[in-house]
């Protein structure tokens, strides 16, 4: 829920990768739910105003006229008067008929040019658009230079809200795969700068989501499917139930230029819970969202009583079914599950998810092993934190035969 204590002064909704298609998908469900829901929860607050509405790229699919028109209708919908809104092109609105075309629409569709810079509420919002797919050339970086010197020359202490698709790399988390360095010189000189960025598709309430270092760096998630950043999963980067994907992020600012980010889920109807606060987003020594996380991080830790179940579900086939372990803050991240023979060596290992980008993520985790030669093993699992650090005493089976 929305921090009690804090008095806002402006509250603004982001999302990114939407991905419309030319027929109805759930994609449009999800979208126009999203702003339904953001005033939903504007409207019950004593500051009760939705201010804005950014979507940070890659909202159509290929960028198709149907897939505009359909984005636009579901704004002309669902935003109210007063509420401003933006969209941001990237990599997806350019594949129906190239850049060229995409600009063509965002004028016509949107009436937007593909660099915005407003001020709402006493606060400067600048977006940044795409060029030659997920790119940022001189005429981009030219705009963010004269857009973030005019920002600070108004109030140097108050936080500047920046917007384009790709993460900036070596951020947040995703930014490794799906970010671009071409900003990166230009935001790094303006501590105040809130970045948020889509194109990666990774949750909104992973922890490394957000990210300090010469700025505030925020992902934006997305309304069509998941994709994590880590390619160690037996299943790859996108796994089982990645299409159960809706979030967002509600923002809300102070009159002091203090500001709270709240990670929501659509698809369960709930805040995640973090509430992430910026109170000096002007002053990068008092970040907290700082690598200095992966040295300070504990270590998760299962229940002495948490013993793995196995059943043999075949001829050389197994499944392994364990209750998750416990982690003092965030969730635990994934689990290294080793199949070892009675001398003790590894016969099989797998790495899978905690399911943690599901709000209702569940309690217990379910992995089968097939192609086992006869014999007699037993299984150990350790949990891992987002952070590096795996449990110390792993999870055990009881010995069993195949």
């Known amino acids: 829920m929305f921090d009690t204590d804090f008095n806002p002064v402006l509250r603004f909704m982001v999302c990114s990768d939407v991905h419309y298609k030319d027929e109805h998908t759930v994609e449009r469900d999800r979208m126009a739910l999203a702003i339904d829901r953001a005033y939903d929860l504007s409207e ?21 006229p149907a897939q505009m028109a359909a984005f636009r209708k579901t704004l002309d919908e669902h935003i109210k008067p007063g509420t401003v809104w933006n969209v941001s092109l990237a990599s997806h609105e350019f594949g129906y008929d190239g850049e060229e075309g995409a600009l063509r ?44 010197k005019e920002a600070a020359r108004d109030n140097r202490k108050k936080p500047i809200f920046f917007f384009q698709h790709p993460h900036i790399q070596d951020t947040v988390y995703g930014s490794i795969a799906w970010g671009e360095d071409e900003l990166y010189d230009i935001l790094c000189n303006y501590p ?14 992973d922890p490394r989501s957000v990210h300090q270092m010469h700025f505030t760096s925020l992902g934006t998630g997305t309304l069509s499917y998941f994709e994590n950043d880590e390619f160690d999963k037996y299943y790859g980067t996108c796994f089982p139930g990645k299409e159960k994907a809706a979030q967002m992020l509600l923002v809300e600012a102070d009159n002091e230029g203090r ?49 793995p179940e196995v059943r043999v579900t075949g001829l050389g086939e197994i499944s392994v079914r364990f209750r998750q372990a416990h982690v003092k803050t965030d969730y635990v991240n994934d689990y290294n599950i080793y199949l070892l023979r009675s001398d003790g060596t590894v016969a099989a290992e797998k790495n899978i998810w905690s399911e943690y980008y599901f709000y209702d993520m569940p309690e217990y985790l379910t992995v089968s092993f097939d192609d086992i030669e006869p014999g007699e093993y037993n299984v150990e699992i350790y949990a891992g934190s987002f952070w590096k650090t795996k449990s110390e005493i792993p999870a055990k089976s009881n010995s069993f035969k195949v």
Request: charge should be negative; include cysteine; hydrophobic fraction near 35%.
């Open 192 to 205: 105040q700068v809130i970045d948020f960025s889509g194109h990666s598709h990774a949750p909104v309430n």
């Open 259 to 307: 500001v709270r980010v709240y990670p929501y889920d659509l698809i369960t109807g709930n805040f995640f819970p973090y509430v992430w606060k910026i109170d000096t987003p002007w002053d990068p020594r008092s970040f907290i969202y700082t690598d200095k996380r992966y040295k300070t991080a504990e270590a998760p830790w299962f229940d002495a009583d948490n013993v």
């Open 105 to 148: 629409r965002l004028k016509d569709i949107f009436g937007l040019e593909p660099d915005t810079h407003r001020i709402i509420n006493g606060f400067h919002f600048i977006s940044v658009g795409c060029t030659r797919g997920c790119h940022f050339d001189e005429p981009q970086r030219e705009f963010a230079r004269k857009a973030l």
């Open 44 to 64: 019950s607050q004593a500051y009760s105003a939705l201010d804005a509405v950014y979507v940070v790229g890659d909202f159509a699919n290929s960028g198709s």
